[in-house]
């Protein structure tokens, strides 16, 4: 699995992301940047971006934005390429490895 098939899957399965979660759950680095990059310009899709505003554990304001592909008719031809490119580099159950693997391939069927 690559960075471009975990946030693609994630993206088709209506998660949203922030640059948090994408480093913990991916380990990508640079959300922004991979999300232009990995999915808007190779799939031809436009993703959502929310701008979150809060305070930090100091007090301090912040924000932040948050990422989700929205189910609309221009997306409609990049979701299928999405799609696609999963589905062609998923595991089977048979070849999977881990757990987490194994559940992806559940899921896809």
């Known amino acids: 699995m690559n960075a471009t098939y975990a946030l693609a899957f994630a993206f088709l399965q209506g998660r949203v992301l922030t640059i948090k979660t994408a480093f913990t759950e991916f380990g990508v680095t640079n959300l922004p940047r991979e999300c232009g990059r990995l999915i808007e310009r190779r799939f031809g899709v436009q993703l959502a971006r929310v701008k979150k505003e809060g305070k930090s554990k100091y007090g301090v304001p912040c924000f932040w934005y948050e990422y989700r592909l929205p ?35 559940k899921q896809l069927n």
């Open 71 to 105: 189910t609309t008719i221009y997306n409609a031809e990049g979701r299928q390429k999405m799609l696609d490119y999963v589905k062609n580099r998923a595991p089977t159950i048979e070849t999977a490895v881990t757990d987490k693997e194994v559940a992806f391939a």
